[in-house]
């Protein structure tokens, strides 16, 4: 019997001393799943990442060997492998930490520049709804209408309005509006709360299946949290009796591992620096629940309702300025303005089917009323009663993403796959474009009517690591059925049209070493076009676009981030409705290509240094040399900065942005001016209180957040005059605050 279980013993230990695989569990010291962390063999330089539920696979592994694992934020641990941890596995709680540079590892499972942004909002966090969209490498906005209208957004040569090349989604729930009473792809972002961002995903360009309309120039996703660490209640207060106050509570005992809920609630005001009060106001409420199944499912609900109200001076003529007639942050008609509500129920069920197969889906509806009032041109149409005009819409959306993905080896070959479907269905009740006299009274409808608009779509991406080569093809197919009402026609008709897209994927990364990726991206993507366009042109309903990036990601040295991308991409042409004026303008296809550069270094564990630049040349490839210039694509930007980050309790930012003069017409004949504008923060963390300062416009430059070339005629004008018409920016601005978390 002795040799029996000597021989045993033996057996199970050669087994072990030889095995491949090894499975785990990563968690923080609460016991929470930690998704993400990064598993390296030393010995045989084999590696695997942690799924949503910590747990992870190691291949190639055996007794003795030393393994590594790290995730940005936690201590690093090294584990000598043991015999017993091919029975048992390996159960590891990491500890936060601060986060630093010198341990994010390129590999082909890890999207690198996803980490970046989250070290980058770690190390500078966002305070405002305005600051959030800056996160994303080399994107300028601008706010033009009295802090309550969608920011402007400008990235990669393509001012991209309010949404239209950019898609937007929170917790998998879209933000643009398809078929939007002001413009196509209009998102406004202002329903989340700084405070709740977990993590930012984003990626440029039109490269990837499970993305479909608006991402063109790019995408971006957040993702709130799961948890809070600290309740925390703040309050702050600045010039143009501007304030802020922030709530945020854990609502179950924290020591309950299987569910968890919370609550945040933000309430802003503001004047602003214009002679017209801008009577700002907004209110957010949200609420998130997340609970483990018995079945080792994670369910997920959340709820938020936003409400906003605002005056605005509006974007003013430059002449008007120059002629002593208004001050920079005076107004022509200051009875511009709006308000706008959304609420959002979203719910998200997680469950792994098999141990090589999981599922992701979410279910979402949302109702959203807009209101807005606008004034461009002045007294051009009506001299009498001036050309306000308002915007209206009451929107329904109801839809749904899921996804499924499995893991396979096809003998030295790993693979991923993931097959994703979903809906979108928008109901749109009463969109309105009307000319209207100090937001009081109708003069007349120029559009009226309902929009039902419905968005199906399937696809397939699959990712083969073969060493050090990954390469990922995808495809995705995308079903669009439109419809109007129009409520002026003499007589009841459904307007309706169809249109099916097929975009192909090729994306392919190749490591040379651990810190050093290079990587070629290609694939076809689209923005769908306003209902209404869709049903007076047969053509281009959905029009492509083309693109191609080559680049590589770098870490010259441990405490040092380098990025950069030279890409392309081609337009087709496009029939863009204009909500401003209720009519269709043509435009032809256009190119653009450019070069991002991005670099972050790590001076010390809290001295962190950023910046990027974009460097763009967009042209209309049908329009006549000269003529050819694409209104408002920046040429040239520059983002960054320096932070101090926990500092002896001592945080503080110093953030800059610059974008380089641009034309704003076809000929370039009139230029919108650039600037650059720095902000500063600081704050002092003393046990649960921190106190802080932040500074809008450090050196009171005048600049100009957002210009049009615009053709106008003033009260007292005979001819109309085509310039610059600009909404000014932040001058100085200081606010307090003071944090309390317990």
């Known amino acids: 019997m002795q040799k029996l279980i000597t021989v045993l013993l033996l057996i199970i230990i050669v087994k072990a001393s030889f095995s491949q695989t090894i499975q785990g569990t990563i968690t923080n010291l609460d016991n929470q799943p930690l998704h993400g962390a990064y598993i390296y063999n030393v010995t045989s330089k084999s590696h695997a990442h942690s799924n949503e539920k910590g747990a992870f696979i190691l291949n190639n592994t055996k007794t003795n060997d030393s393994v590594t694992i790290g995730l940005l934020g936690y201590e690093k641990i090294i584990i000598t492998v043991k015999p017993f941890h091919f029975k048992e596995g390996m159960v590891i709680g990491l500890k936060s930490?601060?986060?630093?540079?010198?341990e994010l590892v390129l590999t082909n499972k890890v999207n690198a520049m996803n980490s970046i942004v989250k070290l980058d909002l770690e190390t500078n966090p966002v305070n405002s709804s305005q600051e959030i969209l800056r996160k994303v490498p080399g994107m300028i906005i601008g706010q033009h209408a009295g802090g309550?209208?969608?920011?402007?957004?400008?990235?990669?040569?393509?001012?991209?309005?309010?949404?239209?090349?950019?898609?937007?989604t929170v917790d998998g729930m879209p933000v643009n509006m398809v078929s939007h009473a002001h413009g196509q792809g209009y998102s406004d972002l202002h329903f989340l709360i700084p405070e709740t961002i977990k993590n930012i995903e984003?990626?440029?360009?039109?490269?990837?299946?499970?993305?479909?309309?608006?991402?063109?120039?790019?995408?971006?996703?957040f993702q709130t949290k799961d948890r809070l660490n600290d309740n925390n209640i703040t309050f702050s207060y600045g010039q143009f009796n501007s304030l802020r106050t922030l709530g945020m509570f854990d609502l179950l005992d924290r020591n309950n591992k299987t569910q968890n809920a919370y609550l945040a609630m933000e309430y802003i005001a503001t004047d602003g620096p214009y002679n017209s009060p801008q009577n700002f106001n907004r209110l957010n409420v949200f609420g998130k629940y997340n609970t483990l199944l018995n079945n080792g499912g994670k369910l997920s609900l959340s709820a938020s309702h936003f409400t906003s109200r605002w005056d605005a001076s509006g974007q003013i003529p430059q002449r008007a300025v120059d002629s002593g007639l208004i001050s920079r942050f005076g107004a022509i008609d200051d009875t511009e303005g709006g308000n706008t509500s959304r609420s959002n129920v979203n719910v998200s069920y997680f469950k792994f089917l098999d141990d090589d197969?999981?599922?992701?889906?979410?279910?979402?509806?949302?109702?959203y009323d807009f209101e807005l009032y606008s004034n461009f041109t002045f007294f051009l149409e009506d001299p009498v009663n001036g050309d306000q005009i308002k915007q209206k819409e009451d929107r329904h959306i109801l839809g749904f993403n899921t996804e499924i993905e499995k893991h396979h080896n096809f003998g030295e070959v790993?693979?991923?796959?993931?097959?994703?479907?979903?809906?979108r269905h928008d109901i749109v009740n009463d969109v309105e474009l009307s000319h209207t006299l100090n937001r009081k009274e109708t003069l007349a409808y120029l559009q009226l009517g309902d929009v039902n608009q419905t968005n199906m779509f399937a696809y397939l991406n699959s990712e083969f690591l073969m060493g050090d080569f990954k390469v990922v093809p995808g495809l995705r197919l995308d079903y669009f059925k439109f419809m109007y009402n129009d409520a002026l026609a003499a007589?009841?008709?459904?307007?309706?049209?169809?249109?099916?897209?097929?975009?192909?994927k090729l994306n392919v990364f190749y490591n040379q070493s651990d810190n050093l990726q290079w990587f070629v991206k290609s694939g076809i993507g689209f923005h769908s076009n306003d209902t209404r366009v869709v049903l007076q042109q047969e053509k281009d309903i959905l029009p492509r676009a083309y693109g191609v990036d080559v680049g590589s990601i770098w870490k010259p040295f441990p405490k040092m981030f380098f990025n950069t991308a030279v890409w392309y991409l081609l337009s087709e042409q496009e029939f863009v409705y204009v909500g401003d004026a209720g009519i269709?303008?043509?435009?032809?296809?256009?190119?653009?290509y450019g070069l991002d550069v991005g670099l972050r270094y790590q001076f010390t564990d809290w001295l962190y240094f950023d910046t990027d630049a974009t460097l763009t040349h967009a042209r209309s490839t049908e329009a006549l040399d000269g003529e050819d210039y694409i209104p408002l694509a920046p040429d040239f930007t520059l983002t960054g900065g320096l932070a101090i980050h926990n500092l002896k309790g001592f945080n503080a930012g110093l953030r800059y942005r610059y974008i380089d003069d641009r034309p704003a017409n076809e000929s370039n004949s009139i230029v919108a001016e650039g600037y650059f504008v720095t902000d500063v923060n600081v704050s002092y963390t003393l046990k649960k209180i921190t106190f802080g300062v932040n500074i809008e416009n450090l050196f009171d430059v005048d600049w100009n957040e957002t210009q049009f070339a615009t053709e106008s005629r003033l009260q007292n004008e005979i001819n109309p005059v085509e310039e610059i018409h600009f909404t000014p920016g932040t001058p100085f601005f200081a606010k307090g605050y003071i944090s309390y978390k317990f």
């Open 97 to 102: 930490k601060a986060f630093l540079l010198d």
């Open 148 to 168: 309550g209208k969608a920011e402007q957004m400008f990235l990669r040569g393509f001012d991209i309005d309010h949404g239209t090349d950019v898609a937007l």
């Open 202 to 221: 984003f990626g440029k360009g039109p490269y990837y299946a499970n993305k479909g309309d608006f991402a063109t120039a790019a995408y971006v996703g």
């Open 357 to 367: 197969i999981k599922m992701t889906s979410n279910a979402y509806y949302s109702h």
């Open 414 to 423: 790993a693979a991923n796959f993931s097959v994703g479907a979903g809906l």
């Open 491 to 504: 007589n009841y008709k459904t307007l309706s049209n169809y249109k099916v897209a097929l975009s192909p």
């Open 584 to 592: 269709v303008e043509p435009s032809g296809e256009s190119q653009r």
